[in-house]
């Protein structure tokens, strides 16, 4: 049964969702207290703690609590043992809060999901075009729009891309539902428009990879997905 999200409280999921894009180009440090707001709403509005069944599978649990204890065995041979717990401390938490929305997130009405897609897909587009506008103006004046940076006034933009290069297949996949190829065809056209002259070529290779994951899960279906998750 879907949970019963009170208006404010759906209007606040939309606007973290229309908000990853934008704040991954701008601040990508503001997407951990982001998925904190995001998780606490969710806890919140979409039935409490009794909400959770079935968001933590026992595979995923395994997964995160051996990485959770490697990461604090790692502190043996670490320069700062402290900083090494407390950070993989942080990641799980993290990990968990993302369980949460994600399971939040099935649990919602087709009406909603819609609307957030809606959502992310708008922020992609805002995102991009605040990336154009910073690489415009370090390509005028020599200088970065925000950041600290050495040399390259560029390199502010680096972990905006990386966060448009994952959302880019998701956002597509939205497109395609809604607008078929020719919308997801536009979509990528302006991203690799935008990324064109920043010399960033892991983030081309993770959208080429994306691609090919999406085929992959498009025309075989989830069964045949293992070999990518090996």
């Keep these: 049964m879907a949970p019963m999200f009170q208006p404010h409280a759906f209007r606040l ?4 969702m229309f908000l990853i894009a934008p704040m991954g180009v701008a601040a990508t440090m503001g997407l951990v207290p982001l998925l904190v707001v995001m998780c606490l709403g969710c806890l919140v509005f979409g039935g409490g703690l009794d909400g959770l069944t079935g968001a933590f599978p026992r595979r995923y649990v395994l997964i995160l609590s051996a990485f959770t204890i490697f990461g604090g065995l790692s502190a043996f041979w670490a320069l700062d043992p402290f900083l090494t717990v407390t950070l993989s401390l942080r990641l799980a938490a993290l990990c968990i809060a993302g369980l949460i929305v994600m399971r939040t997130m099935m649990n919602i009405s087709s009406g909603h999901r819609y609307r957030l897609g809606t959502a992310l897909v708008a922020g992609v587009v805002v995102g991009l075009a605040i990336m154009l506008i910073a690489f ?23 972990r905006g891309e990386a966060v448009l290069g994952l959302l880019f297949w998701p956002a597509a996949l939205i497109v395609w539902r809604r607008l078929g190829w020719k919308g997801v065809l536009a979509l990528l056209a302006t991203i690799l428009l935008t990324f064109a002259g920043m010399s960033n070529a892991a983030v081309l290779l993770s959208l080429a990879a994306g691609g090919g994951v999406f085929l ?11 070999p990518i998750a090996a």
């Design 216 to 226: 992959i899960v498009l025309l075989l279906k989830r069964r045949n997905t293992i």
């Design 13 to 16: 999921l939309e606007i973290c």
């Design 136 to 158: 415009v103006y370090a390509k005028m004046t020599g200088d970065s729009l925000w950041g600290e940076y050495s040399g390259n006034p560029l390199t502010p933009l680096s």
